[in-house]
Structures are given as C-alpha cells and as structure tokens.
C-alpha cells in the first residue's frame, strides 16, 4: 500500500505537466484553469 501511495505520489507531482497548456480549455494551464475556476465559484 505504502509502494502504491509513493507511486501514484509521483505520478501526480512528477508526471503530471501543471504548465501544459490545453486547447480544450482557452489554452490556459491546469493551474490557470483551476484558480479562473476557483475565482467563478467564489462570485456565485
């Protein structure tokens, strides 16, 4: 389980590009995407 948890850590942290930009979405970055979104939320 502890082996399980390290991967799926590194997978996340590791793999995982936060910068990519995604066309599907304005061609903003997962982290831009999710602050704009957090930012809608917090107005409604």
């Known amino acids: 389980r502890t082996e ?3 991967d799926i850590f590194e ?3 590791m793999f995982y590009n936060s ?3 995604h066309g ?3 061609q903003r ?3 831009d995407y999710e602050k ?3 930012k ?3 107005c409604v």
């Open 4 to 6: 399980a948890r390290s």
């Open 36 to 38: 704009a979104h957090q």
């Open 24 to 26: 599907s979405n304005g």
């Open 29 to 31: 970055s997962p982290l």
């Open 40 to 42: 809608m939320v917090m």
């Open 11 to 13: 997978y996340i942290e």
């Open 19 to 21: 910068k990519r930009r």
